[in-house]
């Protein structure tokens, strides 16, 4: 058939808002404040970003802990197409951040210039947003830590 | 929450006064382009000249509309199109009584239906307007309400609604054939 295919733009959205129920909002919470916060084990180790549950025992975990925004990077890849809705308009790197005094990582952006600039090990800390409204976002990103 | 359910939460100093975040926004979007493919394309262009296609399989003669290049039910490719007719009727409806996001101009209750253009095997989905929702009727006939000449494009939404006929019902047995 030699007649043109049609083709259009299309978007799908759900606009899901989603309950956060007692340790995940005390977590986007202390984003909001400023702070990060974790939550200890039965053997006190800490999970950050907290869970619900001891991801090994399944136990109901209660014992919300304050940490700091600094910690290392365990593991890095490079993002380097820059796509819509990513956290950066430049090539930046997605790293699991091991907080200090937290034993698990999170998932975040570090902001640095080029992939030269990661290192598994380095240490980085949480740049805030000005305004912060209890949500993971409120850490703009990680950037390596400036010692003095 | 009672205690048997979620044990209570500890926090530490530095939220303990504030107001705790309860939920959290996480919209999800895709952005895509859609190819309809060469039936729904010469379906699509012949909506702009107010005409409905169908698919006509080469096993059984059915006729399915909007033609999607393959037979539902026996699985050929149909290469031949043939123009259904802008009336039918309908084979099952239902009455939505809730709003509809995104679509602020259906008023519930409103009704959308399964309606069979006569020359078609199958049906497809469509608004009935011009009759209160307890009016309608399995077996009603109707006619596709085509959006002003002007206003036509290459696109299933030139038929907003079909709108009852007057004429007889089609009788209970031939609804579904």
Not at chain 1, 11 to 40: C, D
Not at chain 1, 78 to 105: K, M, N
Not at chain 2, 96 to 110: A, M, Q, S, Y
Not at chain 2, 118 to 126: D, P
Request: hydrophobic share 40%; with cysteine; glycine share 8%.
């Amino acid at each position: 058939m030699a007649d043109e295919l049609l083709s259009a733009p299309m978007t799908i959205e759900y606009p899901f808002t989603r309950t956060t129920g007692p340790v995940i909002g005390a977590f986007l919470t202390g984003l909001r404040e400023g702070v990060v916060l974790g939550i200890k084990r039965a053997d006190g180790s800490v999970v950050c970003p907290p869970t619900e549950y001891d991801p090994e025992t399944g136990d109901a975990l209660t014992e919300m802990v304050e940490l700091t925004d600094t910690g290392h990077v365990m593991s890095w890849t490079w993002s380097g197409e820059v796509r819509e809705h990513q956290p950066f308009d430049r090539p930046y790197a997605l790293a699991l951040i091991q907080i200090d005094g937290a034993d698990t990582a999170m998932l975040h952006g570090v902001d640095v210039d080029g992939p030269e600039a990661m290192s598994t090990g380095m240490r980085v800390k949480a740049r805030w947003r000005s305004e912060r409204e209890g949500h993971i976002r409120d850490i703009a990103c990680f950037e390596p830590e400036v010692t003095p | 929450m009672s205690a048997d359910v979620a044990p209570e939460v500890s926090v530490p100093d530095v939220i303990a006064g504030v107001e705790p975040v309860q939920s959290v926004r996480t919209p999800i979007r895709l952005d895509y382009t859609y190819v309809p493919g060469r039936s729904l394309t010469a379906y699509l262009k012949a909506m702009k000249d107010k005409r409905i296609l169908g698919g006509v399989c080469p096993e059984t003669g059915q006729v399915a509309v909007p033609p999607r290049g393959v037979s539902p039910l026996a699985g050929k490719v149909t290469e031949e199109l043939v123009e259904v007719a802008d009336h039918g009727h309908i084979m099952s409806f239902c009455v939505t009584h809730i709003p509809l996001p995104g679509r602020e101009d259906l008023k519930p209750p409103f009704v959308a239906a399964w309606v069979r253009p006569e020359g078609a095997s199958i049906g497809f989905i469509g608004l009935i307007t011009g009759i209160e929702p307890d009016e309608c009727r399995i077996g009603m006939r109707v006619r596709a309400v085509w959006k002003p000449d002007e206003e036509l494009e290459e696109s299933a939404e030139n038929i907003p609604s079909w709108e009852p006929t007057g004429e007889p019902d089609v009788p209970e047995n031939e609804v579904r054939v």
